[in-house]
Nanobody, 125 residues
């Protein structure tokens, strides 16, 4: 498994941008599929975006066209560029990882075996 550390969260006004980073420790990062999830107070942890080991990308409908997930295997890192932020994007954002496997469903929380501690994103109106 890998260990994950998120950074880049903060307070931003609606319409602004943030870039989240997730640094992974451990070997063979390039063979891991990575995801970003978010959890608002009192709500379940929801899928935001994912990028497979083969660099296929997936997004939840509400962030398409605003968020971009990317990875840099040389830096063992995955990123989430968030533009045109809305108050409803306010949540704790978590990075997650799973070793590449057939039949992976990027949207499901329990598909991932490693999680970061989370980083708070607050969007003010």
């Amino acid at each position: 498994q890998v260990q994950l550390v998120e950074s880049g969260g903060g307070l931003v006004q609606a319409g602004g941008s943030l870039r989240l980073s997730c640094a992974a420790s451990g070997r063979a990062f390039s063979y891991y599929s990575m995801g970003w999830f978010r959890q608002a107070p009192g709500k379940e942890r929801d899928f935001v975006a994912a990028i497979s080991w083969s660099v296929s990308t997936y997004y939840t409908e509400s962030v398409k066209g605003r968020f971009t997930i990317s990875r840099d295997n040389a830096k063992n890192s995955v990123y989430l560029q968030m533009n045109s932020l809305k108050p409803e994007d306010t949540a704790v954002y978590y990075c997650a990882a799973v070793a590449a496997r057939v039949g992976w469903d990027p949207h499901r929380v329990n598909e991932y075996t490693s999680w970061g501690q989370g980083t708070q994103v607050t969007v003010s109106s």
